[in-house]
């Protein structure tokens, strides 16, 4: 009976708590063993570790339960400088108001500062693997120039590590996409072959599926970052008819009849 009412001591503290909970078991048995819960919004998750605690023992809760009550489907990321630019546009409240959870980090964050890496761009990457399942990330816009916030260099040909500035042969392409493919850290993926040299075709294997969805405004002038973020938002809650007569043109792979001769593509036909 005594455990029965323990656990849902625990379950309350942890489901009501968003700093690090004390704990006080008071009874007259010699131990009692029970389960901690890890509480979502989508229910309650067993956590596989098991307590074994003795009379009148307070025990702090480990910093993964709290921070998972934290829900951050929406990250932007960018420096202390640009942050009011972004909070001047509507662009928060508009997102909110669809659903998003949003959560400003700066680059300067403990979060990302005390993670491993040899550079800023492998602590953010690290940052976002060790948070975007806690979270639930989904996406991350980016607010900085590349000089501010850098992208990962990479060498898709691994012979040519050469870079000159509008040396068009050069072999280094910057890409934010490293920061969208988290499945494994730098040295299993990126860089396994332990060279350097990022993203380097049949040396290094980043899996290429994106973990959460990557955008930029890139540039650190303010006005810009504010005026960017409405027009987003002035072209997000339009709802009017133009929006179903425009046709974005680009790039197309792997559809049906594509082995076709002539101009015949797939039969979609457009309307307007
Ligand atoms: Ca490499
Ligand atoms: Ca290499
Ligand atoms: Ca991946």
Known sequence: ?????????????????????????????EKNEFLIYQITPDGIITYETMYRISNNISISLPKIYTESFEDYNYIILTI???????????FISWKESLGYKIK???IMDELIQDQEG???QEKIRNFLREYYTI?????????GDHETIPMRYCYPNPNNHRFEIFDFTSGEVPTDYYYSDLSYSDSESW??????????????????????FVGRIPTNDDVKITYTLDKIVKFES???????????????????????TGLSMDGAVLSY
């Not at 700093?19 to 048995?29: A, G, H, P, Q, Y």
């Not at 202390?80 to 509507?90: A, V």
């Not at 860089?191 to 959460?212: H, L, Q, T, V």
């Not at 339009?238 to 790039?251: H, Q």
């Open 238 to 260: 339009d709802s009017s008819s133009w929006k179903n007569n425009a046709l974005n043109v680009g790039a197309f792979f792997y559809f049906s009849n594509e082995t076709s």
């Open 80 to 90: 202390n400088e640009l942050e009011s630019s972004i909070l001047s546009s509507n």
């Open 118 to 120: 040899k550079d800023l």
């Open 135 to 143: 979270w639930n990330i989904k996406y991350m816009l980016i607010v």
């Open 191 to 212: 860089d396994s072959d332990g060279d350097g040299y990022y993203g380097e075709y049949n040396e290094d294997n980043p899996d290429f599926y994106p973990e959460i």
């Open 104 to 106: 400003i980090i700066e």
């Open 1 to 29: 009976m005594l455990k029965i009412t323990n656990v849902i001591i625990v379950i309350f503290l942890i489901a009501t708590s968003f700093s690090v909970v004390s704990l006080k078991i008071e009874n007259n048995n």
